[in-house]
């Protein structure tokens, strides 16, 4: 499978794999964040040590992009390491483990969260969600944005997974309508240190600058890690070129990559990436890379933990190495999304938005295809150990007398 996919790509591989938290106890992470943005320290290492031993170079992200357009040959297959987000994590636990194997890696940063204490909307609601658990408590909907029940009635009835409604609503709707349903929904339940999560911080300029000593690359994620499919131009050159001068303002490297909030993309954000000196766009689109393919459109693979636990609940090299090839996707098992989307440029109150028709590519008819659900935490599994069963049950959520929360499932591609 690894030669037929190969040969599909121009006679190299270049597979690029996404990491968003890379933590010490996956177990204990498990009972209070969204599983499928986690990956144990363990479980990544090993991930390094698989794709060596099968016969990969770890490469750049610009030795990809030299492989893609001609500039370069490669003498083996590339395998390149992302991270999205800049989560604190990545600093913590991948970076020693990145520079102990030598193995070349770049993280997105979405500038306006680095040195605060914010954090990211889905880990807002998806912790907001606990707490609705443990209070029991129903949200009034009338004192909130009218959008609200489209977001939250999902969730709340267990017609959906948190990061499945995600999705779908910020498809439709601008970050700004998404910021201000979780800022009505934390007044409701009163305010207060325990509203925002603990967990999910993200990097300081001290900790990107470290490693960024090291060698490591940074690339741009927006200012707000803002989905700009639905943002005027305005905005989407705000969030693109100022969070390029943040970077390298702050950590004095040229910044040339870019990644797509959500992996949607669209020809007007590329147009403006290519204006303001980029040369690369990552999308969350697990499809192949095809030499003298686009460098704006780069497909990756999301992995986390459950991506490589065998039926037993133990780490498989068998299950990761078939992730690698791409075994599901060629088999047809996997049904990837794909994140071009027609620009929407949103209009003054009372007037229709206006929809930018884009040229699509030959894999845009399959753009609402159903996300690939490799492993279903939620499940019941024979012989599963504790620390996998530890997770299912943490991440029930009881809203009211005979009302649950959908429990989380994998849906990482919806989450970046």
Not at 333 to 343: E, W
Request: overall charge negative.
């Amino acid at each position: 499978m690894a030669a037929y996919r190969r040969s599909q790509s121009g006679g190299r591989r270049i597979l690029i794999v996404s990491y968003h938290r890379v933590v010490s106890d996956f177990t204990g992470e498990l009972q209070r964040s969204i599983p499928g943005l986690l990956i144990s320290q363990e479980t990544f290492r090993r991930h390094l040590e698989q794709a060596h031993a099968a016969g990969f170079e770890l490469a750049s992200i610009g030795d990809a992009v030299d492989v893609m357009a001609g500039r370069r040959t490669a003498k083996k297959d590339l395998f390149v390491v992302t991270f999205d987000d800049g989560y604190r994590d990545v600093y913590r636990y991948a970076y020693p483990v990145l520079k102990e194997m030598g193995v070349p890696a770049i993280t997105y940063l979405p500038t306006a969260f680095i040195n605060t204490d914010k954090r990211f909307n889905h880990d807002r609601l998806f912790h907001l969600l606990r707490r609705v658990q443990e209070r029991r408590f129903r949200p009034d909907y009338d004192t909130m944005p009218s959008p609200s029940v489209e977001l939250l009635g999902p969730i709340l009835t267990g017609q959906k997974t948190t990061s499945a409604a995600l999705d779908d609503f910020i498809g439709e709707h601008p970050t700004r309508v998404l910021t201000g349903i979780i800022d009505s929904l934390e007044q409701q339940l009163g305010g207060g240190e325990d509203l925002v999560p603990e967990q999910g911080d993200v990097m300081n300029w001290d900790e990107v600058r470290q490693m960024a000593r090291d060698g490591f690359e940074f690339g741009a994620h927006t200012l707000g890690h803002t989905v700009l499919t639905l943002e005027p131009t305005a905005v989407v050159e705000k969030e693109i070129v100022e969070s390029k001068q943040t970077i390298e303002r702050e950590v004095g490297v040229q910044v040339k990559d870019f990644a797509y909030c959500n992996g949607w993309y669209s020809d007007e954000m590329i147009r403006v990436l290519k204006q303001h000196g980029f040369r690369s766009g990552v999308t969350t689109e697990d499809l192949p890379n095809r030499v003298g393919g686009d460098p704006f459109a780069l497909k990756r693979k999301v992995m986390w933990e459950n991506f490589s636990l065998g039926m037993m609940g133990d780490y498989s090299s068998s299950l990761t190495v078939c992730q690698f090839d791409d075994c599901f996707g060629v088999l047809g098992m996997s049904h990837p999304v794909l994140g071009h989307r027609q620009h929407v440029f949103p209009q003054a109150a009372g007037s229709t938005n206006v929809v930018v028709q884009e040229a699509a590519a030959a894999e845009a008819a399959f753009a609402r295809a159903t996300p690939v659900e490799v492993v279903d935490v939620t499940a019941p599994v024979s012989g599963t150990p504790p620390r996998v069963a530890a997770g299912v049950t943490g991440a029930q959520v009881v809203v009211a007398p005979n009302v649950a929360l959908a429990p989380e499932a994998a849906q990482p591609e919806e989450l970046q």
